[in-house]
């Protein structure tokens, strides 16, 4: 079997204890992390997605599931964010109030921390309050947001509200992502940019500090 099948194989068994094993294996085969990410550990991840909405998994399965792919993170994103370029500029990220999913926004970090960004992560359930205190005490670019239900997007307006009212909006770009996000919705709430997976999120944001620079 393929070996990225492999790994997304393993996310659906949820084989926790095999993973890390089974990462180790595919990177000594010269199998990129990125691509190891992309092709096995978020379609695996997907799949179990699909099986939780179709009641086919429950909660028990969706954390075993999160806690397999973290497993195989560890040992991924230390390569992602080594991979060493110039400075480029300051990130604060979050998940936005309410929200408690960090895997994506983990993968987004590295990606970011590997081609030249500096990145304040805030972690998960980050109020618009906590955000903008930290926009407001620190010398950051842009702010990016992370939110996986869409139950919780709305707190991606309501922090652009909040930047607004304290006379922050100029301060920083503010970049969204995360699986229900679209284009569409960034603009809607008034986002200077959107990322789709975390190689858009690295390019949009050099692209928001190429537009910033004199
Ligand atoms: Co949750 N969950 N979950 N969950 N979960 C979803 C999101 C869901 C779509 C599953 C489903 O029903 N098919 C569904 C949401 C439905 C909706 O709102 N429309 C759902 C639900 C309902 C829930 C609960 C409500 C379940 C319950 O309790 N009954 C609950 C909510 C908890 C809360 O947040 N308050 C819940 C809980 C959980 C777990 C804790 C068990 C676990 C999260 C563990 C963790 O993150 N620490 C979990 C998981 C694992 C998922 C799925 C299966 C996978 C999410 C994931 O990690 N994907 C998910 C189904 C799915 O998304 N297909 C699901 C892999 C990750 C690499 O992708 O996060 O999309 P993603 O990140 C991508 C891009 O989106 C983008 O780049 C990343 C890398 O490519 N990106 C950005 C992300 N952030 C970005 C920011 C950017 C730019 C790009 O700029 C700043």
Redesign the pocket.
């Known amino acids: 079997m393929d070996r990225t099948k492999q790994i997304s194989e393993a996310i659906v068994q949820l084989k926790w204890d095999e993973i890390a094993a089974l990462t180790n294996e595919t990177l000594e085969a010269g199998i990129p992390a990125l691509e190891i990410?992309?092709r096995g550990?978020?379609l695996g991840?997907?799949a179990?997605?699909?099986k939780?909405?179709d009641g086919e998994v429950f909660?028990p399965e969706?954390?075993l599931?999160?806690k397999t792919?973290?497993t195989a993170l560890e040992i991924l994103l230390p390569i992602l964010s080594q991979q060493g370029t110039g400075f480029i500029g300051r990130v604060i990220?979050g998940t936005v109030s309410?929200?408690?999913?960090?895997?994506?926004?983990k993968?987004?970090t590295s990606m970011l921390q590997g081609n030249g960004f500096e990145v304040m992560d805030l972690g998960v359930d980050v109020d618009p309050e906590r955000f903008m205190e930290a926009v407001r005490d620190n010398d950051v670019q842009i702010l990016?947001?992370?939110a996986?239900?869409?139950?919780?997007m709305p707190m991606m307006e309501a922090t652009i509200k909040a930047l607004e009212k304290a006379g922050l909006r100029q301060k920083v770009k503010v970049?969204?992502?995360?699986?229900?996000?679209t284009q569409a919705y960034a603009d809607q709430i008034g986002a200077d940019g959107?990322?789709?997976?975390?190689v858009?999120?690295v390019e949009k944001a050099r692209a928001l500090i190429s537009a910033q620079s004199p």
Not at 175 to 181: D, I, K, R
Not at 194 to 198: K, P, Q
């Open positions: 990410i992309d550990l978020v991840m997907s179990v997605g699909i939780f909405r909660l969706l954390l599931s999160a792919m973290k990220i309410g929200d408690l999913h960090d895997i994506g926004k993968i987004v990016g947001l992370s996986l239900l869409t139950s919780t970049m969204v992502g995360g699986a229900s996000v959107y990322g789709a997976d975390a858009a999120a």
